[in-house]
């Protein structure tokens, strides 16, 4: 199975929607996340934390119970094709319409050399160095330019148009308005897509203006000339030209301007009329250089912005997902060892506690022999215990359980049943929980002195003193859950 | 006929049996920090035996048997000394009423507690030495011995009482090793101390004491990566919670102060559920799922968040708010010192100070931003946030703080609900270092700015929160 993102959504979604996924699933237990995701991980071949990521997501994307899928991601990738799209188009009307503006030439004056430089490289050329400021760091100083320069910036504000028209309410659309960004990791992804989308457009701009200036070219008649109020001689002109043709002087010499070009070309609008003195043809020799002065200064270095905005925005986005909390929780879970420590089946349902003991009726006889269980009070102070919180006389006390033997226990059940009594106390460690042995003890009782006897469970606490409100509950369910209608409890207090 | 060969399970195997109630499901709960294991003051809870295993991955490091309390152990006892073949032959005496007894309801207890021991299992009997001593106990200790299996008595605290001496007379009669294990209260080393002391009933076994040993290492590291894991989480719920804000169309002619209140009210809401949510996270990674349910009777913790009384009791006092507020003003003023290239002759550092606490002082008594800005398409908008207090990130860490003191230190035997002392949770962040105060005073103050931190600055954060949890 591959573990690579081949057929993988872009990165940017997974960026946007693993995050997403993995909040969602902070519902499901941590235990239950930590052994599915120990258990991908140890599928996974990759030791790359985004591949490992993506991976993951990929596996459990194939499982629809698993976790919901946000379309989110797809949303917002597809608006940042149209914008990328819409900063094309934009850009290359602009490159038409400024190529055609600054070629114009309707047969009087020529086309001046100076205005399309100024427009079309030296413009360009500080633009250029305004877009290598955006991608600086952000660093106290030039931070406010920065901000300035991104809240003009044609990416961001054609983002912010289509967020409004395209009704991205979401908080993460966030990631396509530079301005609107918070958080370095949002901020710095915002940011190169701002850049790559203001280069998509710059580098519209030349390809479209490099074409209209071809065009206008090879199927109109231009001429060219240079003119400029400044004070500037042929020979500085010349020197000017030299130096910008200095890129391509090498590999195109016809693309460079001679000097009798420069000093035949210049003119003055002063005269009312077009330089006469030299022939159309001469008049044409400037194209080859203004076209490649668009090409080295305008269009080449637009493409290595670009290039460069690309690569510093694959590695925003691959930021944007792995400093996410929920992705470096997810990395530290595939890389966890699971540690267990309960149980492996559920516990299974508890008895119900049951309804709780009957009280003794009024009818039942103020003498009654008595049983004391496991030692749970002295038997020569019975009765006196008796008496005192139970208001009944002890005839006779016998006693049973502990460390005694079953065959003890049966002695005293038939010493018991031998005086007939009308009623029985059985005394018992109230700390103590019931169990099955007394009850047995109980049955063989109840067998020996007949249904008609009232045998009352008394449960006493350490030295005599009466049994807790818990100890009283406790052991009045246990009673009220043996079948015996004349069974009770008493506890004195 | 059963076989008498001595079973050896692959790893160190014991069943913590005894009377019933006398707290051995406490023992297994804190032992697995397992809060699911059924507690009841009602006999027979425990009606089959249940494994808890402790496994790092799949490997099994140790085994307990939670185990039904002993019913009849007069009879059992009885019915083996009608068997009885001599002192060689009572381990297999007990196989046999294991066997013969097997498909019987009525000791349907003993069967399911014998059955881990006669499989190998270590005996951890259980007994309460906050009530006295009784002889009834005599007949399931004489049952046990029979097993033949190493033993530990285990003297767990159900009460005030104190009858633990009386409880070590009898019991030094049947074990070799007795201990005393306060269930409801041990704390996290005394877990491990006591499995340190399950080594004494490998009887030699290097591979029994080693796969002890890597238990206690496994979790004493599981610890730390537990505290490491509850800092990143406190670390994410303040850049959260000092990031966020809300933002709504503020038309001209809207009621801009009921808009604000409603902002506020939402960005409150949000800062609420987050906290819960950080909370639910630590608690499920001290295995505490099921505490929230109790959270009402929790008292400081669950007072509001944006109440006085948090602020009061979580926040900095105005010397510390003024202090800190100083530190990272003076930081700021400190660029323009830096800047000026000392010609300012450190002006802007005690500027900035002077600042700063004011800042700190005079903006305590207020919430969060309030800003009005054009929308870029035309129209207002409003937006309220970040959360500006600067006692805010203080309060949310100090709740933090002390909720995760609670929880780690919770045992999971006891059932009641969590008392808080709000003295002892007050000001927790007092007891930061006065330099990791400024760093993460510094810190909280570029979340508000840039919406977040970079990771660098999330590290340092995170190692701040967590050096603060320790001195916790």
């Known amino acids: 199975m591959p573990d690579s993102a081949d057929r993988n959504p872009p990165l940017f979604v997974d960026a946007v929607e693993i995050p997403a996924c993995l909040e969602a699933d902070r519902g499901t237990s941590y235990a239950e996340r930590l052994h599915r995701d120990r258990t991908i991980a140890a599928s996974l071949s990759t030791r790359n934390p985004l591949g490992r990521v993506r991976a993951w997501h990929a596996r459990i994307s194939r499982d629809p119970e698993s976790i919901s899928k946000p379309s989110l991601g797809q949303r917002l990738e597809r608006s940042r094709r149209v914008i990328g799209l819409l900063m094309l188009i934009v850009g290359a009307l602009a490159g038409v319409g400024v190529a055609s503006a600054v070629f114009h030439y309707d047969g009087t004056w020529p086309v001046n050399v100076v205005t399309v430089l100024a427009v079309l490289v030296l413009l360009q050329a500080a633009l250029v160095v305004l877009s290598l400021v955006l991608m600086l760091p952000r660093v106290p100083g030039i931070r406010a330019l920065q901000d300035l320069m991104g809240g003009l910036n044609p990416g961001a504000f054609i983002a912010a148009i289509y967020r409004r028209i395209a009704r991205l309410d979401e908080p993460r659309a966030e990631l396509l308005v530079w301005p609107a960004a918070r958080g370095p990791a949002v901020a710095r992804f915002a940011r190169w897509q701002m850049l790559v989308w203001s280069q998509i457009g710059a580098v519209a701009f030349n390809i479209a203006a490099l074409a209209t200036a071809a065009a206008l070219i090879a199927f109109t008649d231009l001429a060219f000339g240079w003119s400029t109020t400044l004070r500037v001689n042929s020979d500085d002109a010349l020197r000017i030209t030299n130096v910008l043709a200095t890129p391509w002087a090498w590999f195109w010499p016809d693309a460079v301007p001679s000097a009798a070009l420069i000093d035949s070309s210049r003119f003055f609008r002063l005269t009312s009329a077009s330089p006469p003195a030299i022939s159309a043809e001469t008049l044409t020799g400037w194209w080859p250089f203004l076209l490649a002065s668009i090409t080295a200064y305008g269009l080449a270095p637009r493409c290595v912005l670009l290039v460069l905005a690309l690569i510093r925005l694959r590695a925003a986005t691959a930021h944007l997902l792995l400093d996410d909390p929920q992705v470096k929780a997810l990395l530290d879970r595939m890389s966890s060892a699971e540690i267990a420590l309960g149980a492996g089946d559920a516990e299974p349902p508890t008895q119900s506690p049951g309804t709780t003991a009957r009280t003794t009726p009024s009818g039942v006889s103020s003498q009654a022999a008595a049983i004391v269980w496991s030692s749970a009070i002295a038997t020569d102070t019975v009765n006196a215990w008796s008496l005192r919180n139970l208001q009944k006389e002890v005839t006779q006390a016998v006693e049973a359980g502990g460390g005694r033997d079953l065959q003890h226990d049966a002695a005293a059940v038939r010493s018991i049943a031998g005086g007939e009594p009308s009623a029985v106390l059985l005394f018992v460690r109230a700390w103590e929980a019931p169990l099955l042995d007394l009850q047995d003890f109980l049955e063989m009782l109840r067998a020996a002195v007949g249904p008609a006897c009232s045998i009352v469970v008394v449960p006493i606490g350490a030295a005599g003193i009466p049994a807790d409100e818990a100890q009283r509950t406790t052991w009045a369910r246990w009673v009220g859950r043996i079948a015996d209608p004349a069974l009770y409890m008493e506890s004195g207090a | ?472």
């Open chain 2, 1 to 472: 006929m059963t076989s008498h060969l001595v079973i050896r399970p692959s790893h160190p195997t014991f069943a913590i049996v005894g009377h019933p109630n006398k707290g051995k499901s406490s023992i297994v709960a804190t032992l697995a920090e397992d809060e699911s294991v059924a507690i009841s003051p009602d006999p027979g809870t425990t009606r089959i035996a249940r494994s808890f295993r402790m496994r790092i991955d799949d490997q099994v490091l140790y085994e307990l048997f939670d185990t039904p309390g002993f019913q009849r152990p007069r009879a059992i006892l009885d019915w083996l000394r009608q068997h009885e073949r001599g002192a060689d032959a009572r381990t297999q005496v007990v196989r046999e009423f294991v066997a013969q007894h097997a498909n019987e309801d009525r000791y349907r207890n003993e069967v399911e507690l014998l059955k881990p021991i006669l499989a190998g299992a270590g005996v951890l009997y259980v007994v309460d030495g906050a009530h006295p001593y009784g002889a009834e106990y005599e007949a399931e200790m004489e049952v046990l011995r029979w097993t033949g299996q190493p033993r530990m008595a285990l003297i767990n605290m159900i009460g005030p009482g104190d009858y633990v001496e009386e409880w070590r007379r009898a019991l030094n009669q049947y074990f070799s090793i007795v201990r005393i294990f306060d269930a409801q209260r041990a704390d996290f080393s005394k877990r491990l101390e006591l499995l340190r002391a399950f080594r004494e009933l490998g009887e030699g076994d290097d591979r029994f004491s080693a796969a002890l040993d890597h238990a206690v290492n496994v979790l004493e590291a599981d610890r730390k990566e537990r505290r490491r894991r509850a800092a990143s989480e406190i670390t994410d719920l303040l850049i959260d919670v000092l990031s966020w804000h809300e933002v709504a169309p503020a038309p001209e002619h809207a009621d801009q102060a009921q808009l604000v209140k409603t902002l506020s009210e939402r960005l409150m809401s949000r800062v609420r559920i987050r906290e819960q949510t950080a909370r639910r996270s630590v608690q499920e990674w001290y295995h505490h799922g099921a505490l929230e349910i109790r959270e009402q009777a929790v008292d400081v913790l669950s007072e509001d968040v944006f109440s006085d009384r948090s602020f009061v009791v979580f926040g900095l006092s105005t010397k510390q708010l003024a202090m800190t507020g100083a530190a990272t003003g003076a930081v700021a003023g400190g660029v323009i010192d830096v800047a000026a290239g000392g010609a300012s002759l450190l002006l802007g550092a005690g500027l900035g100070a002077l600042l700063g606490s004011m800042g700190a002082v005079f903006g305590a008594n207020r919430l969060a931003k309030v800003q009005v800005f054009g929308a870029p398409m035309g129209g207002m908008q409003l937006q309220v946030g970040p959360i500006t207090n600067p006692n805010f990130p203080w309060v949310i860490l100090g709740r933090a703080l002390l909720h995760h003191r609670l929880v780690a230190e919770r045992n999971h035997a006891r059932r009641e609900a969590l008392v808080v002392d709000a003295i002892s949770g007050a000001h927790l962040s007092d007891s930061l270092a006065p330099e990791a105060r400024k760093r993460m005073a510094r810190a909280f103050k570029r979340i508000r700015e840039d919406g977040g931190l970079s990771a660098i600055d999330r590290e340092q954060l995170c190692a701040d929160v967590e050096a603060s949890i320790i001195v916790a």
